[in-house]
């Protein structure tokens, strides 16, 4: 058989893990789950629908990731098995799921074998395109295929992302196309006493921010804001620093070399009219100048060593955004927001003076954020599709 044989060559590949020990903790009784995502950026939508199946169905995930995942009550997590035959088996006997789930579109051929066997079901959410497990090129004849047959159900994010996986031999009546998934909200809290003071002392000021601003683009920041100033002479910078510990020395030099009206938070002091840059006590309150600020540059995007902060972050609380070409563990996100018109790319410290300047003008920003919001909440409907086919299928209904 052509699937035999693809698979037979597949499990022919040198070993990844030659001790091929595990490390797993007891497995608790009660019912489980497993989800699997092959990047921490991919899974988002996959820990969101696990937070609901933790919080209104009981259930136990496991979740295995190659990256890290923030860790929360019910959520198990794990490396996944190496994808061989053995692994595989001694996985599944130890955990036991019902079902499992996988996202984005990696294909783990032994792993699908085993589950057939066994008639575990497996779903594939947020579908981007198939590939299989990295570091298995090869030519393995109709192994994509039989893997991809495995799955009941194949949610797809768009239309093409549905061409791909019918082409890799998807079944036709188990391809839909649902959208992405919601992800986990990004809209961080804040003190509401403490933004409406401050917002009645800046009034009518416009205000952009710069989050998670790392050394290196310090003076790229500082250019912009001159450059923004000419045209908007209260303009106030708000910069938060992404080392905390920058916040003291930045200040210094913006005042004593830049000659700059600086304000601190850490020495209680406050955004008063005279102020022109205003340094943040490290990241701490987020939430609160995400709501102060119409405009926010994603600090590490332009000269840094990637983006430091999640741009869902000011989208969720109608900041727009501007980034620059370093997108860091993000880049399917600003994917997202850039192809919805929902943030906007600058490549230099001059592309990001021209930029905020162009967003002084409040409907063009309104704009962008709006578009941004939009994002930020999609996919809850998406999830909720998904939480229904986990119930029918963990409840014995197919």
């Known amino acids: 058989m052509v699937h035999s044989l693809g698979l037979t060559l597949y499990n022919m590949r040198p070993r990844r893990d030659p001790s091929g020990g595990h490390a797993w903790p007891e497995r ?22 696990a937070a609901r199946l933790i919080e209104e169905d009981g259930l136990t995930v496991l979740f295995t990731c190659t990256d890290p995942v923030p860790l929360r009550p019910g959520l198990i997590r794990q490396p996944p098995p190496e994808d061989r035959p053995a692994e595989v088996r001694a996985f599944l006997d130890h955990w036991r799921p019902e079902m499992a789930l996988f996202c984005d579109g990696e294909l783990r051929p032994a792993l699908m074998h085993e589950a057939g066997e066994r008639g575990m079901p497996l779903l594939m959410v947020d579908g981007r395109a198939p590939y299989l497990l990295k570091g298995r090129d090869g030519w393995y004849p109709g192994l994509m295929r039989s893997s ?7 949610l797809a994010i768009d239309e093409a992302a549905a061409r791909a996986f019918r082409k890799g031999g998807a ?7 649902t959208g992405r998934m919601e992800e ?23 205000v952009w921010l710069a989050v998670g601003l790392p050394e290196a683009e310090e003076t790229a920041v500082i250019l912009a804001h001159r450059a923004a100033q000419s045209l908007a002479h209260r303009l106030l910078l708000i910069i938060a620093p992404q080392d905390p510990a920058r916040a003291e020395p930045l200040a210094r030099r913006l005042a004593e070399d830049e000659g700059w009206i ?19 006590d490290g990241m701490a309150e987020l939430g609160l100048w995400y709501r102060l600020a119409p405009i926010t540059f994603m600090g590490g995007s332009l000269a840094g060593q990637g983006c430091a902060r999640n741009p869902m972050e000011p989208a969720a609380l109608g900041s727009a955004i501007l980034y620059g070409p370093r997108p860091g563990s993000f880049g399917s996100t600003f994917g997202r927001l850039g192809a919805a018109r929902a943030a906007r790319a600058v490549g230099s410290a001059v592309d990001l003076g021209e930029a905020l300047s162009d967003l002084l003008s409040p409907d063009r920003a309104a704009r962008l954020a709006q578009a941004a919001w939009t994002v930020a909440s999609d996919g809850a409907e998406v999830t909720e599709n998904a939480v229904g086919l986990v119930r029918k299928f963990t409840s014995g209904v197919k």
């Open 262 to 280: 600086v304000a601190e938070r850490a020495e209680d002091q406050e955004p008063e009219a005279e102020v022109e840059v205003f340094v943040a």
């Open 184 to 206: 986990n909200s990004a809209a961080l809290p804040c003190l509401e006493a403490e933004r409406a003071a401050l917002a009645k002392l800046l009034a009518t000021r416009p």
């Open 171 to 177: 079944a036709l009546s188990a391809v839909a196309v």
């Open 28 to 49: 608790l009784a009660g019912r489980l789950i497993w989800m699997h995502s092959p990047t921490a950026e991919a899974g988002r939508g996959l820990l969101e629908l």
């Open 148 to 154: 991809l047959q495995g799955f009941s159900h194949v």
